[in-house]
T-cell receptor
Framework: DVKVTQSSRYLVKRTGEKVFLECVQD?????MFWYRQDPGLGLRLIYF???????EKGDIPEGYSVSREKKERFSLILESASTNQTSMYLC??????????????FGPGTRLTVL | AQSVTQPDIHITVSEGASLELRCNYS??????LFWYVQSPGQGLQLLLK??????LVQGIKGFEAEFKRSQSSFNLRKPSVHWSDAAEYFC?????????????FGKGTKLSVIP
């Protein structure tokens, strides 16, 4: 089974702190994604990556950056956390960039609270 | 632009009753469609998917969904709901963008089950 793990289930940070959210997948997937989930808004794509050192902006990249130095690891970075970034963050991965059979596998999520 | 609409924010059913969750999509090309389920505090789990072929697809946990191109719909059904089905359900459409494939999610339908 594909396994996507996220470094923390719950995280509390203060405004202005730099925050790192880590995601690791163990099935050699090419694509990795970061979403945020808010009540009534569903899942919104922040960034995605289809290869090492490659990244693409999603629908709401402002205030975030990402890093993918190794194929299995995709990090989401909040350079200066703000209260409006309090949310549930979900990481996902999928197999091939060029394949249409690209179901995504999700991690358990990190619930981030910024005070 | 692609979009997914789940008209029902919250549905309550009695245990043992039948269930139908609605999903409508807007996408110019042949859609690849998914239903995911999210239990409280968890990540998303794939219930079923439609790529082509038979328009009635079977998934896990006794769920099925029917693709109706004429109605741009992909409704999720279950003949008899169990208390453990209480969760949030997300419909998603896969589309091609930036040379890779991305999911657009609906805003979700929360299912409550009365014992």
């Amino acid at each position: 089974d594909v396994k996507v793990t996220q470094s923390s289930r719950y995280l509390v940070k203060r405004t202005g702190e730099k925050v790192f959210l880590e995601c690791v997948q163990d099935m050699d997937h090419e694509n990795m994604f970061w979403y945020r989930q808010d009540p009534g808004l569903g899942l919104r794509l922040i960034y995605f990556s289809y290869d090492v050192k490659m990244k693409e902006k999603g629908d709401i990249p402002e205030g975030y950056s990402v890093s993918r130095e190794k194929k299995e690891r995709f990090s989401l970075i909040l350079e200066s956390a703000s209260t409006n970034q309090t949310s549930m963050y979900l990481c996902a991965s999928s197999l091939h960039r060029g394949s249409s059979y690209n179901e995504q596998f999700f991690g358990p999520g990190t619930r981030l609270t910024v005070l | 632009a692609q979009s997914v609409t789940q008209p029902d924010i919250h549905i309550t059913v009695s245990e043992g009753a039948s269930l139908e969750l609605r999903c409508n999509y807007s996408y110019g090309a042949t859609p690849y469609l998914f239903w995911y389920v999210q239990s409280p505090g968890q990540g998303l789990q794939l219930l079923l998917k439609y790529f082509s072929g038979d328009t009635l697809v079977q998934g896990i946990k006794g769920f099925e969904a029917e693709f109706k191109r004429s109605q741009s719909s992909f409704n999720l059904r279950k003949p008899s709901v169990h208390w453990s089905d209480a969760a949030e359900y997300f419909c998603a459409v896969l589309y091609s963008g930036a040379g890779s494939y991305q999911l657009t999610f609906g805003k979700g339908t929360k299912l409550s089950v009365i014992p």
